[in-house]
């Protein structure tokens, strides 16, 4: 528009000059050739001359116009094209959020063609087309999002995830493995395989991805989850064994802020007993104790019957001096006792840790010693309370004894 009101005013000026030119001397123009001569003035000669440019002018536009159709036409198909699959593309993506998978893969498919998320749009078709339960369909749209060309781990990662939710395993773990040789320090990787190893109870690997997410900063919370979870399984699996040199291995490789963790000792201690190691988790507990106090393990610490009971209780009375109301320290108190059979000094201790923290397994314990004693109504009086408190803390058998 701008260009058109810029040659319509140089036109105009031209006009003007003109005319102001011929009023004041028209001039003359004589043009010879040949025998023919053509007379004029200089104002129509100028004004012929500005004609024949123009018509030039246009003509050379015509023509270089007629030259750039055929890419003209090109870019503006190529153009339609893209603009048609970016359309297609967000059909797509809304049939996806609303759940319309047949819909959802025929729209991102056909955006995938020629739109500028090529790679998105067929791994969404491949989601897709997984649930709509075609496993051939999904993987012919991750084939073509590999070649792409761009986005390898995007590509192996959906994949991945599509197999573990279609429950095959196997490939899955191909499919991470491979990622990991790309990218060892991957971490959505390293958490898709953290989760197949869960599912396929492959603790040793689960260990070892766990010690790699370690290994990266800010995801110390997430490793310790699963290191501990991996720890406890192996312990387990140990106790079933009845390794007890393969407990204490694991229990040896152990990074140091872990095995200061209160629940991962109380595993290992309670592991030691399966195998008849009663002393030597006795020791560690204690160890433990006189550096740090947790409750938790002040209960185990009573549950289990060490190598010398007068020295394992004198210890423990010896804590009271600066946790006399401690109803763990009371309950383990009891639970020492009673096995030396120092009926009263337990049930003294018992009642003392329940009216401080009237707990099931206290309640249990306490009735079960006055059944001992004869005395029968008291007994399922602390029976009946016991039933009314929350869940029971867990006794000394928490894994299973080896087969």
Same mark, same amino acid.
């Given at each position: 528009?701008?260009?058109?009101?810029?040659?319509?005013?140089?036109?105009?000026?031209?006009?003007?000059?003109?005319?102001?030119?011929?009023?004041?001397?028209?001039?003359?123009?004589?043009? /010879?050739?040949?025998?023919?001569?053509?007379?004029?003035?200089?104002?129509?000669?100028?004004?012929?001359?500005?004609?024949?440019?123009?018509?030039?002018?246009? $003509?050379?536009?015509?023509?270089?116009?007629?030259?750039?159709? =055929?890419?003209? &036409?090109?870019? @503006? =198909? =190529?153009?339609?094209? #893209?603009?048609?699959?970016?359309?297609?593309?967000?059909?797509?993506?809304?049939?996806?959020?609303?759940?319309?998978?047949?819909?959802?893969?025929?729209?991102?498919?056909?955006?995938?063609?020629?739109?500028?998320?090529?790679?998105?749009?067929? $791994?969404? !078709?491949?989601?897709?087309?997984? #649930?709509?339960?075609?496993?051939?369909?999904?993987?012919?749209?991750?084939?073509?999002?590999? #070649?792409?060309?761009?986005?390898?781990?995007?590509?192996?990662?959906?994949?991945?995830?599509?197999?573990? +939710?279609?429950?095959?395993?196997?490939?899955?773990?191909?499919?991470?493995?491979?990622?990991?040789?790309?990218?060892?320090?991957?971490?959505?990787?390293?958490?898709?395989?953290?989760?197949?190893?869960?599912?396929?109870?492959? @603790?040793?690997?689960?260990?070892?991805?766990?010690?790699?997410?370690?290994?990266? =900063?800010?995801?110390?919370?997430?490793?310790?989850?699963? +290191?501990?979870?991996?720890?406890?399984?192996?312990?387990?699996?140990?106790?079933?064994?009845?390794?007890?040199?393969?407990?204490?291995?694991?229990?040896?490789?152990?990074?140091?802020?872990?095995?200061?963790?209160?629940?991962?000792?109380?595993?290992? /201690?309670?592991?030691?007993?399966? &195998?008849?190691?009663?002393? +030597?988790?006795?020791?560690?507990?204690?160890?433990?104790?006189?550096?740090? @106090?947790?409750?938790?393990?002040?209960?185990?610490?009573?549950?289990?019957?060490?190598?010398?009971?007068?020295?394992?209780?004198?210890?423990?009375?010896?804590?009271?001096?600066?946790?006399?109301?401690?109803?763990? &320290?009371?309950? !383990?108190?009891?639970?020492?006792?009673?096995?030396? #059979?120092?009926?009263?000094?337990?049930?003294?201790?018992?009642?003392?840790?329940?009216?401080?923290?009237?707990?099931?397994?206290?309640?249990?314990?306490?009735?079960?010693?006055?059944?001992?004693?004869?005395?029968?109504?008291?007994?399922?009086?602390?029976?009946?309370?016991?039933?009314?408190?929350?869940?029971?803390?867990?006794?000394?058998?928490?894994?299973?004894?080896?087969?």
């Amino acid at each position: 528009m701008m260009r058109a009101l810029f040659y319509l005013m140089v036109v105009v000026l031209a006009a003007v000059g003109l005319a102001v030119l011929y009023h004041h001397d028209p001039g003359y123009v004589l043009l /010879a050739r040949s025998g023919l001569t053509v007379e004029m003035s200089l104002v129509v000669f100028l004004a012929l001359l500005l004609i024949l440019f123009g018509a030039l002018y246009f $003509l050379l536009r015509f023509g270089l116009t007629l030259w750039h159709l =055929r890419g003209n &036409l090109a870019r @503006w =198909r =190529r153009r339609r094209t #893209q603009e048609l699959a970016r359309r297609a593309t967000r059909r797509g993506m809304n049939a996806l959020i609303e759940q319309n998978w047949p819909l959802a893969e025929r729209e991102l498919a056909r955006g995938a063609q020629d739109g500028d998320m090529t790679l998105a749009s067929y $791994l969404l !078709a491949a989601q897709a087309a997984q #649930q709509q339960g075609s496993v051939e369909r999904r993987d012919r749209w991750l084939t073509q999002a590999d #070649q792409v060309g761009e986005g390898a781990i995007a590509v192996g990662l959906t994949q991945a995830q599509l197999q573990l +939710e279609q429950g095959q395993l196997e490939l899955a773990l191909a499919t991470l493995s491979h990622l990991r040789s790309l990218s060892p320090k991957n971490l959505p990787v390293l958490r898709l395989l953290a989760r197949l190893y869960q599912q396929l109870a492959s @603790w040793e690997e689960l260990l070892d991805v766990a010690r790699a997410i370690r290994r990266l =900063r800010g995801e110390g919370e997430q490793a310790e989850q699963l +290191e501990c979870q991996a720890l406890h399984e192996l312990f387990r699996e140990a106790v079933v064994a009845g390794a007890v040199d393969r407990l204490r291995s694991l229990w040896g490789e152990l990074a140091k802020p872990l095995r200061q963790g209160p629940k991962l000792i109380s595993a290992y /201690a309670r592991g030691l007993v399966q &195998l008849g190691q009663r002393g +030597e988790a006795e020791g560690l507990l204690r160890e433990v104790l006189k550096r740090r @106090w947790e409750p938790e393990l002040v209960r185990l610490y009573g549950q289990i019957e060490g190598e010398d009971p007068v020295r394992q209780l004198t210890q423990a009375e010896g804590w009271l001096t600066e946790h006399e109301q401690d109803p763990a &320290l009371l309950f !383990a108190l009891g639970c020492i006792a009673e096995r030396q #059979q120092l009926w009263g000094k337990a049930r003294a201790y018992f009642e003392a840790s329940a009216g401080q923290a009237p707990e099931r397994e206290t309640y249990r314990c306490l009735g079960e010693l006055l059944e001992r004693l004869g005395e029968h109504d008291a007994a399922r009086d602390c029976f009946y309370r016991g039933l009314t408190q929350g869940e029971s803390r867990s006794p000394v058998q928490l894994l299973p004894a080896p087969s």
